[in-house]
């Protein structure tokens, strides 16, 4: 009998749609189907216990470089041995499961478009938390580079703008139709788009191999670059004020990559210097070999009611999109 119950469990997704306009019905106004959700299967028993700890602690750390918690995925949870239809369609799914044999699978687009499906399986929690250990970076890695691409897709691109960056900066970037131009300057481009109470922010900027590696402090210089850039283009209601890194935190930094070119992300929170404004922030160097320089976006959000971690996501998406040409 466990073994009937634990095949029904670890396969109860093999089941279709009856005909695709319940498929329709399903998708619309599904909460399966929110930016960066994770369906999570798994028995309560192991929800509740080191292995739903070590889940929670691995994909619904807070994002970095905000005031208050927000979780990178918000995870939902299915105990039971039958996968509702709604969940079925979700764009991120994790399956953990006990079972006799222990491995770590991934599918593709099983059930709907731009899916990825991890099955995790090992015949006791030790197995499952070693199994985790192991795969929650790759499986981290597809869940949020594929949310990345899929809510870049959604939007349609601004030609004025994508081909205005094109001419001035030489890269191509993806801008959605909602994003307007503000201040330029002969090495400076301001984006903007309106957000509720709020906006989301661009500064496309550039710098010179020399300035981002003086003295081999990349960090204080990036630092400087981005503040002095402030100081100029982004100034405040009140006389005097300008848009500064904040003082009393340091800034999050660390190397990666961004369409194959080595790039320097810095995260954080903006004030404003003789104000009250603040926010947080996502900073990309992108290298540029072929130039010698370095291609700037930085990304801040200002929006005092709602939460942040959606208007950062969006521009680390746009960001991302970036090419050198």
């Known amino acids: 009998m466990k073994k009937i119950i634990l095949?029904?469990?670890?396969?109860?997704?093999v089941s279709c749609f009856n005909n695709e306009q319940e498929k329709k019905e399903v998708i619309a106004k599904n909460p399966y189907l929110n930016q960066n959700s994770v369906t999570v299967f798994i028995p309560i028993s192991l929800w509740n216990g080191k292995v739903g700890d070590k889940i929670r602690e691995k994909f619904a750390a807070?994002?970095?470089g905000l005031h208050d918690s927000e979780a990178v995925f918000t995870l939902q949870p299915i105990h039971t041995n039958y996968f509702p239809a709604k969940a079925k369609v979700s764009r991120n799914i994790l399956i953990v499961s006990p079972s006799f044999?222990?491995?770590?699978?991934?599918?593709?687009?099983?059930?709907?478009?731009?899916?990825h499906i991890y099955s995790l399986q090992g015949k006791n929690e030790a197995i499952l938390l070693e199994q985790l250990q192991l795969a929650s970076k790759e499986i981290m890695n597809t869940f949020y580079n594929s949310e990345l691409n899929f809510l870049l897709a959604k939007h349609k691109v601004n030609k004025k703008l994508h081909q205005k960056i094109k001419k001035k900066f030489l890269v191509d970037v993806q801008i959605p139709a909602e994003y307007h131009k503000g201040l330029e300057g002969d090495n400076f481009l301001w984006l903007r788009k309106d957000v509720g109470s709020g906006n989301n922010n661009l500064l496309i900027y550039t710098a010179s191999f020399s300035a981002i590696y003086n003295k081999n402090v990349v960090v204080t210089n990036?630092?400087?670059?981005?503040?002095?850039?402030?100081?100029?283009?982004?100034?405040g209601k009140t006389k005097g004020s300008y848009m500064i890194t904040e003082q009393a935190y340091y800034p999050s930094?660390?190397?990666t990559e961004i369409q194959n070119n080595l790039a320097y992300e810095m995260r954080g929170s903006w004030e404003f210097h003789k104000d009250f404004m603040t926010g947080p922030y996502i900073n990309f160097a992108i290298r540029d070999n072929k130039r010698k320089r370095f291609i700037i976006i930085d990304g801040f959000a200002f929006n005092p009611i709602h939460n942040k971690k959606d208007l950062l996501f969006e521009m680390e998406a746009i960001i991302k999109s970036t090419k050198i040409l």
């Not at 990036?222 to 100034?235: A, E, G, M, P, W």
């Open 7 to 13: 095949f029904l469990f670890t396969f109860s997704l």
């Open 222 to 235: 990036s630092l400087f670059i981005r503040n002095q850039v402030s100081k100029k283009y982004v100034l």
């Open 62 to 64: 807070p994002v970095v």
């Open 253 to 255: 930094f660390h190397t």
């Open 101 to 115: 044999k222990s491995q770590t699978s991934h599918v593709k687009n099983k059930y709907a478009p731009n899916q």
